[in-house]
């Protein structure tokens, strides 16, 4: 091959790449051709030993009456649900599985779940430095739920501390599709709510959607740069009232947020939710239905603050129109 057929390959590949890349982008890190009309789909779940996978799972099979033993190895399992097929590799979660199973079964599986003792802070550091260690094996389109299990446990820590905990904002800078849930394997609270969501992302990546009516970009002294209000005039005119809220709360939070580098934050204004991200000296906040997916919110937030930190004029002079050419799907009223 001549040096110039072996360059254009090389271009070709690169073209390819990027054209998949944009495409996952706009779905939303998932990669529908690879779910559309299977009914089959695999669940790793993860955790550290006695952080209650095998209790997930015995819930999810109706099976509580069998008492639960730390798993030797892994156990495979298999669900049915709303007329789908999933293979649950049930991980042992003591150090030396982590180190001999772990891998290939993230690998291979179709979505992450990683369950952490809500109640155990003293091994928090542990289990954060395994999250964060076993979860670069999973593919790059699988769903990952992070799930603070023994909910029920009146020494729990709540979501936003386990948040902090395990720097999860830095996980919102992957595209993938990512949840965090409280959940108690014991009493089944928000069990099947969680397993829904994977549900959902692995059958339709709609599911992965927001709708967005408005924006506010502000710096951390709680000076407004640039607002967006998105939709038909009518849906507009709607949400006016909203909107004068949503900018005093981008303030409030920008000037409260000022010690991390990074936070998030999601409030409730009426029937909307607001969410905040805080990147550096900026602050983005948006408006979305209290049904659609914050973390998906957080991702779309993120990725405009990148892009202000790079071409700060163009995002200034038109918020609007920079959520309308990265995410068009995801803006009230944009291209469905
Ligand atoms: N209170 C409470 N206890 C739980 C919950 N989930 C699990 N447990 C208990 O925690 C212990 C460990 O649960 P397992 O399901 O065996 O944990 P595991 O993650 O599978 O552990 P390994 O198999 O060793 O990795 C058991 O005594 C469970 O009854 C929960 O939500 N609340
Ligand atoms: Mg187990």
Request: charged share 30%.
């Amino acid at each position: 091959m001549s040096f110039y057929e072996f360059r254009k390959r090389i271009l070709e590949e690169k073209q390819k790449r990027e054209k998949q890349q944009g495409k996952q982008e706009r779905t939303g890190g998932v990669n529908q051709e690879s779910v559309v009309g299977r009914n089959k789909f695999s669940v790793a779940l993860l955790g550290l030993e006695r952080a209650g996978k095998t209790s997930l799972v015995k819930k999810l099979l109706k099976q509580e009456d069998i008492v639960v033993r730390p798993t030797y190895g892994v156990n495979l399992e298999n669900y049915q649900y709303r007329d789908l097929n999933f293979t649950c590799f049930d991980l042992g979660g003591h150090q030396p599985f982590r180190l001999s199973l772990w891998k290939k079964f993230i690998e291979r599986a179709d979505s992450v779940i990683y369950l952490v003792d809500s109640a155990d802070h003293v091994r928090f550091e542990e289990s954060k430095q395994t999250f964060w260690h076993y979860i670069n094996f999973a593919k790059q389109s699988a769903p990952v739920l992070f799930l603070a299990n023994k909910s029920d446990l009146p020494n729990s820590k709540e979501l936003s501390e386990i948040n902090t905990s395990f720097e999860l904002d830095k996980f919102l800078r992957n595209l993938r599709p990512f949840n965090i849930k409280k959940v108690s394997a014991l009493t089944g609270q928000g069990v099947y709510e969680a397993w829904d969501w994977v549900v959902d992302v692995l059958c339709g990546a709609q599911q992965w959607k927001v709708k967005i009516g408005a924006a506010v970009l502000s710096d951390i002294d709680g000076n407004i740069i640039s607002e967006a209000i998105f939709g038909r005039p009518t849906d507009q005119a709607e949400i006016a009232n909203d909107f004068k809220k949503l900018k005093e709360l981008t303030r409030m939070f920008a000037i409260d947020s000022k010690e991390s580098i990074q936070s998030v934050k999601l409030e409730s204004l009426f029937k909307k939710h607001v969410s905040h991200v805080k990147r550096g000296a900026y602050c983005l906040s948006v408006m979305i239905d209290p049904i659609d997916p914050v973390t998906r919110a957080q991702q779309i937030q993120l990725r405009i603050l990148e892009n202000f930190s790079r071409n700060p004029t163009e995002v200034k002079k038109n918020l609007g129109e920079t959520f309308e050419s990265k995410f068009p799907l995801e803006v009230e009223g944009g291209i469905r």
